[in-house]
Protein backbone atom coordinates (compact mmCIF):
# COMPACT_ATOMS: atom_id res chain seq x y z
CA UNK A 1 0.00 0.00 0.00
CA UNK A 2 1.42 3.57 -0.77
CA UNK A 3 1.40 6.77 1.15
CA UNK A 4 0.52 9.71 -0.23
CA UNK A 5 2.09 12.85 0.55
CA UNK A 6 0.39 16.23 1.16
CA UNK A 7 1.65 18.27 -2.00
CA UNK A 8 -0.43 20.31 -4.26
CA UNK A 9 -3.09 18.54 -6.06
CA UNK A 10 -3.33 15.73 -3.29
CA UNK A 11 -6.92 15.25 -1.81
CA UNK A 12 -6.81 16.61 2.04
CA UNK A 13 -9.11 15.73 5.03
CA UNK A 14 -11.42 18.60 6.67
CA UNK A 15 -14.02 20.50 6.36
CA UNK A 16 -15.67 22.09 3.26
CA UNK A 17 -15.93 25.75 3.10
CA UNK A 18 -19.62 27.12 2.02
CA UNK A 19 -20.37 30.61 0.85
CA UNK A 20 -23.22 32.40 3.02
CA UNK A 21 -26.52 32.88 1.46
CA UNK A 22 -29.05 35.41 1.99
CA UNK A 23 -31.40 34.50 4.85
CA UNK A 24 -34.39 35.68 2.63
CA UNK A 25 -33.02 34.21 -0.73
CA UNK A 26 -31.68 30.73 -0.22
CA UNK A 27 -30.16 30.47 -3.59
CA UNK A 28 -28.15 33.83 -3.51
CA UNK A 29 -24.81 33.81 -2.71
CA UNK A 30 -23.54 37.44 -0.61
CA UNK A 31 -20.67 38.13 2.07
CA UNK A 32 -22.89 41.07 2.92
CA UNK A 33 -24.32 40.83 6.22
CA UNK A 34 -27.05 42.88 8.41
CA UNK A 35 -25.31 45.18 11.11
CA UNK A 36 -27.38 44.47 13.72
CA UNK A 37 -28.11 41.22 13.96
CA UNK A 38 -25.43 39.30 11.10
CA UNK A 39 -27.61 37.22 9.28
CA UNK A 40 -26.32 37.17 5.35
CA UNK A 41 -28.08 39.72 3.52
CA UNK A 42 -28.25 40.16 -0.20
CA UNK A 43 -28.43 43.36 -2.03
CA UNK A 44 -31.99 43.63 -2.78
CA UNK A 45 -32.43 42.38 1.01
CA UNK A 46 -30.12 45.16 1.93
CA UNK A 47 -31.54 48.28 3.76
CA UNK A 48 -29.46 52.01 4.69
CA UNK A 49 -28.94 52.61 8.01
CA UNK A 50 -27.72 55.25 10.36
CA UNK A 51 -24.41 52.72 10.72
CA UNK A 52 -24.11 50.60 7.94
CA UNK A 53 -26.65 48.14 6.56
CA UNK A 54 -29.79 46.66 8.20
CA UNK A 55 -31.65 43.88 6.93
CA UNK A 56 -36.11 44.56 6.53
CA UNK A 57 -37.03 42.49 9.85
CA UNK A 58 -34.63 44.66 11.54
CA UNK A 59 -35.70 47.96 10.11
CA UNK A 60 -39.32 46.90 10.67
CA UNK A 61 -38.47 46.72 14.25
CA UNK A 62 -36.17 50.04 14.85
CA UNK A 63 -39.18 51.87 13.63
CA UNK A 64 -41.48 50.47 15.58
CA UNK A 65 -39.07 51.56 18.52
CA UNK A 66 -39.14 54.77 17.37
CA UNK A 67 -41.51 57.20 19.04
CA UNK A 68 -43.41 59.02 15.79
CA UNK A 69 -42.36 63.27 15.73
CA UNK A 70 -45.34 65.25 17.30
CA UNK A 71 -45.92 68.94 17.63
CA UNK A 72 -45.70 71.02 20.20
CA UNK A 73 -49.49 70.54 21.41
CA UNK A 74 -49.17 66.88 21.00
CA UNK A 75 -50.13 66.21 17.07
CA UNK A 76 -49.12 64.70 14.53
CA UNK A 77 -45.60 65.72 12.59
CA UNK A 78 -47.74 65.18 8.95
CA UNK A 79 -49.32 68.53 9.61
CA UNK A 80 -45.89 70.05 7.76
CA UNK A 81 -47.73 68.51 4.98
CA UNK A 82 -50.67 70.84 4.93
CA UNK A 83 -52.65 67.95 4.17
CA UNK A 84 -56.16 69.24 6.03
CA UNK A 85 -55.99 72.48 4.43
CA UNK A 86 -55.36 71.84 1.05
CA UNK A 87 -58.52 69.24 1.29
CA UNK A 88 -60.69 72.38 3.14
CA UNK A 89 -59.76 74.71 0.42
CA UNK A 90 -60.33 71.43 -2.17
CA UNK A 91 -64.02 71.29 -0.54
CA UNK A 92 -64.88 74.59 -0.76
CA UNK A 93 -63.92 75.07 -4.48
CA UNK A 94 -66.32 71.79 -5.13
CA UNK A 95 -69.30 73.48 -3.67
CA UNK A 96 -68.61 76.71 -5.29
CA UNK A 97 -68.62 74.85 -8.82
CA UNK A 98 -71.63 72.81 -7.26
CA UNK A 99 -74.01 75.84 -6.57
CA UNK A 100 -72.74 77.58 -9.93
CA UNK A 101 -74.27 74.53 -11.51
CA UNK A 102 -77.01 74.37 -9.73
CA UNK A 103 -77.78 78.13 -10.52
CA UNK A 104 -77.01 77.74 -14.25
CA UNK A 105 -76.67 81.50 -14.14
CA UNK A 106 -73.68 83.90 -14.20
CA UNK A 107 -74.99 85.52 -10.88
CA UNK A 108 -73.91 82.57 -9.00
CA UNK A 109 -70.09 83.81 -9.69
CA UNK A 110 -70.40 87.21 -9.29
CA UNK A 111 -72.94 90.22 -9.15
CA UNK A 112 -75.11 91.27 -6.17
CA UNK A 113 -73.82 93.43 -3.55
CA UNK A 114 -70.57 94.51 -2.30
CA UNK A 115 -69.30 95.46 -6.02
CA UNK A 116 -69.43 92.50 -7.41
CA UNK A 117 -67.70 90.47 -4.11
CA UNK A 118 -70.88 88.40 -2.64
CA UNK A 119 -72.13 86.78 -5.81
CA UNK A 120 -76.07 85.82 -5.96
CA UNK A 121 -77.67 82.93 -4.29
CA UNK A 122 -78.42 79.85 -5.36
CA UNK A 123 -80.44 76.89 -4.80
CA UNK A 124 -77.52 75.27 -3.14
CA UNK A 125 -76.97 78.03 -0.95
CA UNK A 126 -80.50 77.95 -0.29
CA UNK A 127 -80.56 74.16 0.87
CA UNK A 128 -77.15 74.84 2.90
CA UNK A 129 -76.95 78.61 4.19
CA UNK A 130 -77.61 79.43 7.56
CA UNK A 131 -81.28 80.26 7.94
CA UNK A 132 -83.35 80.16 11.26
CA UNK A 133 -86.79 79.95 9.47
CA UNK A 134 -88.07 81.06 6.26
CA UNK A 135 -90.96 80.27 3.47
CA UNK A 136 -89.40 79.96 0.19
CA UNK A 137 -91.39 81.16 -2.98
CA UNK A 138 -92.11 77.60 -3.69
CA UNK A 139 -94.24 77.82 -0.44
CA UNK A 140 -92.31 75.37 1.54
CA UNK A 141 -90.28 76.32 4.29
CA UNK A 142 -87.60 75.67 5.99
CA UNK A 143 -84.06 76.39 8.44
CA UNK A 144 -82.87 75.24 11.50
CA UNK A 145 -85.68 75.61 13.13
CA UNK A 146 -87.97 72.86 11.00
CA UNK A 147 -85.44 70.71 12.20
CA UNK A 148 -82.52 71.65 9.28
CA UNK A 149 -79.62 71.39 11.83
CA UNK A 150 -77.02 70.47 8.98
CA UNK A 151 -77.39 74.02 7.77
CA UNK A 152 -75.05 75.21 10.46
CA UNK A 153 -72.38 73.11 9.73
CA UNK A 154 -72.83 73.52 5.33
CA UNK A 155 -73.01 76.89 5.35
CA UNK A 156 -68.73 77.03 6.36
CA UNK A 157 -68.46 75.57 3.06
CA UNK A 158 -70.90 78.01 0.58
CA UNK A 159 -70.11 80.89 -0.67
CA UNK A 160 -72.39 83.51 -2.34
CA UNK A 161 -69.28 84.40 -5.91
CA UNK A 162 -66.06 83.27 -6.61
CA UNK A 163 -64.55 86.31 -5.24
CA UNK A 164 -66.07 85.62 -1.83
CA UNK A 165 -64.95 82.44 -2.40
CA UNK A 166 -61.45 83.12 -3.49
CA UNK A 167 -60.52 85.65 -0.37
CA UNK A 168 -61.03 83.12 2.06
CA UNK A 169 -59.57 80.60 0.00
CA UNK A 170 -56.46 82.39 0.44
CA UNK A 171 -57.13 83.62 4.11
CA UNK A 172 -57.54 79.44 4.78
CA UNK A 173 -54.16 78.97 2.78
CA UNK A 174 -51.92 81.60 4.62
CA UNK A 175 -53.21 80.56 8.21
CA UNK A 176 -54.28 77.03 7.52
CA UNK A 177 -50.63 75.70 6.33
CA UNK A 178 -48.92 77.72 9.68
CA UNK A 179 -51.91 76.24 12.13
CA UNK A 180 -51.92 72.77 11.06
CA UNK A 181 -48.12 72.71 10.93
CA UNK A 182 -47.97 73.45 14.68
CA UNK A 183 -50.74 72.28 16.11
CA UNK A 184 -51.17 68.51 13.67
CA UNK A 185 -54.00 67.90 11.60
CA UNK A 186 -56.45 66.22 13.30
CA UNK A 187 -56.51 68.88 15.97
CA UNK A 188 -56.17 71.96 13.59
CA UNK A 189 -59.34 70.48 11.65
CA UNK A 190 -61.52 70.34 14.64
CA UNK A 191 -60.32 74.09 15.35
CA UNK A 192 -61.69 74.54 12.30
CA UNK A 193 -65.30 73.01 12.36
CA UNK A 194 -65.23 74.26 16.05
CA UNK A 195 -64.74 77.86 14.62
CA UNK A 196 -66.78 77.40 11.63
CA UNK A 197 -69.85 75.99 13.64
CA UNK A 198 -69.48 78.58 16.57
CA UNK A 199 -70.07 81.15 14.11
CA UNK A 200 -72.70 79.50 12.17
CA UNK A 201 -74.36 79.47 15.47
CA UNK A 202 -74.05 82.87 16.43
CA UNK A 203 -75.47 83.72 12.81
CA UNK A 204 -78.43 81.93 13.89
CA UNK A 205 -78.68 83.58 17.49
CA UNK A 206 -78.46 86.92 16.70
CA UNK A 207 -79.62 87.23 12.91
CA UNK A 208 -82.96 87.47 11.99
CA UNK A 209 -84.30 83.85 11.55
CA UNK A 210 -85.31 84.68 7.82
CA UNK A 211 -81.60 85.88 7.18
CA UNK A 212 -79.54 83.54 4.78
CA UNK A 213 -76.04 83.59 6.23
CA UNK A 214 -72.62 81.54 4.47
CA UNK A 215 -69.11 81.38 3.93
CA UNK A 216 -65.97 79.92 5.30
CA UNK A 217 -65.15 83.36 7.09
CA UNK A 218 -67.10 82.20 10.22
CA UNK A 219 -64.03 79.13 10.75
CA UNK A 220 -61.24 82.15 8.74
CA UNK A 221 -62.16 84.51 11.92
CA UNK A 222 -61.19 81.73 14.14
CA UNK A 223 -58.43 81.01 12.58
CA UNK A 224 -57.04 84.28 12.75
CA UNK A 225 -57.91 84.39 16.64
CA UNK A 226 -55.99 80.97 16.91
CA UNK A 227 -52.85 81.99 15.55
CA UNK A 228 -52.91 84.72 17.77
CA UNK A 229 -53.43 82.34 20.98
CA UNK A 230 -50.93 79.93 19.17
CA UNK A 231 -48.15 82.09 18.20
CA UNK A 232 -47.99 84.27 22.10
CA UNK A 233 -48.12 80.43 23.39
CA UNK A 234 -44.97 79.73 21.67
CA UNK A 235 -43.33 83.41 22.63
CA UNK A 236 -43.63 84.25 19.12
CA UNK A 237 -43.85 88.27 17.46
CA UNK A 238 -47.96 88.45 16.78
CA UNK A 239 -46.84 92.32 15.96
CA UNK A 240 -47.92 91.63 12.44
CA UNK A 241 -51.24 89.62 12.97
CA UNK A 242 -52.89 92.00 15.23
CA UNK A 243 -53.27 94.68 12.23
CA UNK A 244 -54.60 92.46 9.89
CA UNK A 245 -57.90 91.11 12.68
CA UNK A 246 -58.00 95.06 13.14
CA UNK A 247 -58.72 95.89 9.48
CA UNK A 248 -60.85 92.74 9.13
CA UNK A 249 -62.79 93.59 12.02
CA UNK A 250 -63.57 97.40 10.51
CA UNK A 251 -64.80 95.63 7.32
CA UNK A 252 -67.29 93.50 9.21
CA UNK A 253 -68.75 96.71 10.63
CA UNK A 254 -68.34 98.91 8.20
CA UNK A 255 -69.93 96.60 4.96
CA UNK A 256 -73.52 95.99 4.23
CA UNK A 257 -74.38 92.06 3.87
CA UNK A 258 -71.59 90.98 5.82
CA UNK A 259 -72.91 88.76 9.20
CA UNK A 260 -71.35 90.73 12.16
CA UNK A 261 -72.63 88.39 14.38
CA UNK A 262 -71.03 84.95 11.87
CA UNK A 263 -67.75 86.70 12.75
CA UNK A 264 -67.48 87.30 16.39
CA UNK A 265 -68.71 83.91 16.80
CA UNK A 266 -65.91 82.34 14.83
CA UNK A 267 -63.66 84.74 16.45
CA UNK A 268 -64.47 83.97 20.13
CA UNK A 269 -64.59 80.07 19.48
CA UNK A 270 -61.46 80.30 17.55
CA UNK A 271 -60.08 81.34 20.76
CA UNK A 272 -61.45 79.35 22.73
CA UNK A 273 -60.86 76.54 21.34
CA UNK A 274 -57.04 78.02 21.01
CA UNK A 275 -56.68 78.04 24.11
CA UNK A 276 -57.76 74.82 25.45
CA UNK A 277 -55.20 73.12 23.01
CA UNK A 278 -52.58 75.44 23.55
CA UNK A 279 -52.84 75.80 27.21
CA UNK A 280 -53.82 72.39 28.21
CA UNK A 281 -50.89 70.54 30.84
CA UNK A 282 -48.67 68.20 29.50
CA UNK A 283 -49.72 65.26 31.30
CA UNK A 284 -52.42 63.82 29.50
CA UNK A 285 -52.55 66.79 27.18
CA UNK A 286 -54.50 64.85 24.55
CA UNK A 287 -57.51 63.75 27.23
CA UNK A 288 -57.99 67.70 28.16
CA UNK A 289 -58.09 68.76 25.08
CA UNK A 290 -60.39 66.02 23.65
CA UNK A 291 -62.36 66.73 26.91
CA UNK A 292 -62.24 70.92 26.07
CA UNK A 293 -63.03 70.83 22.55
CA UNK A 294 -65.78 68.60 23.54
CA UNK A 295 -67.19 71.18 26.12
CA UNK A 296 -66.97 73.56 23.04
CA UNK A 297 -69.20 71.59 21.16
CA UNK A 298 -72.16 70.48 24.03
CA UNK A 299 -72.11 74.48 24.25
CA UNK A 300 -72.78 75.47 20.96
CA UNK A 301 -75.27 72.65 20.70
CA UNK A 302 -76.99 74.00 23.99
CA UNK A 303 -76.86 77.47 22.78
CA UNK A 304 -78.48 76.36 19.16
CA UNK A 305 -81.05 74.28 21.23
CA UNK A 306 -81.93 77.76 23.60
CA UNK A 307 -82.77 80.04 20.30
CA UNK A 308 -84.56 77.27 18.52
CA UNK A 309 -86.95 76.76 21.80
CA UNK A 310 -87.35 80.89 21.73
CA UNK A 311 -88.44 81.08 18.00
CA UNK A 312 -90.76 77.99 18.70
CA UNK A 313 -92.45 78.95 22.13
Not at 185 to 213: C, H, K, Q, S
Not at 289 to 312: D, N
Request: aromatic share 8%.
Amino acid sequence: MTERSGQAGDATEGPVPTTPVCYRHPDRETYLRCTRCDRPICPECMRDASVGHQCPECVAEGRRSVRPARTAFGGGAAGRQGYVTKALIALNVLMMLLSIASARSGNAIAGGGLGGLMGGGTPLTEWGAVLGLAAFPDGTVGGVVDGEWYRLVTAMFLHYGVLHLLLNMWALWVLGRTLEAVLGPLRFLALYLLAGLGGNVAAYVFTEPNRFTAGASTAIFGLFAAIFVIMRRLGRDTSAIVPILVINLIFTFTVPSISVAGHLGGLVVGAVTALVLAYAPRMRRTVFQTAGCAIVLVALIGLALVRTAALTG
